[in-house]
């Protein structure tokens, strides 16, 4: 097997960072439908990006373990639930990655 680098370290650090942020920001996402007592809608939504939170824990295990296995076993799961996501091609992203497996090491011992 060929060595990881660290751009695919990053990558799957951004990634597991990423899903942690979107677990995090649900109950703000929802918090104006609740006012509204839109709570049917606010438990569909939450229900629906529930998988967030226990997807990033697990990814996030994995990339701090070099378990390269799980990594490839969780990245299908990811991207069935976000294929339909569509990033124009006049994005101006960069490489958003770039030094997450940093940032993530530094969240652990946190």
């Known amino acids: 097997m060929s060595e990881v680098t660290p751009e695919a370290k990053d ?3 951004f990634i597991a960072l990423a899903l942690q942020s979107i677990s995090e920001g649900i109950d703000a996402s929802v918090a104006a439908w609740e006012k509204r007592d839109y709570w049917v809608k606010a438990d569909k939504f939450r229900m ?3 998988w ?3 997807t990033a824990e697990k990814m996030k295990s994995a990339v701090l373990n ?9 990245m299908p ?10 990033v124009s091609d006049n ?6 990655w770039a030094g997450a497996y940093t ?3 530094l969240h652990r011992k946190l």
């Open 48 to 50: 629906e990006w529930m």
């Open 11 to 13: 990558m799957a650090a």
């Open 103 to 105: 940032l993530l090491a």
């Open 66 to 74: 070099d378990d390269w296995g799980a990594i490839a076993m969780l």
């Open 77 to 86: 799961q990811i991207a069935s639930k976000l294929g339909n996501v569509v």
């Open 52 to 54: 967030t939170g226990q």
């Open 91 to 96: 994005h101006r992203l960069g490489k958003p």
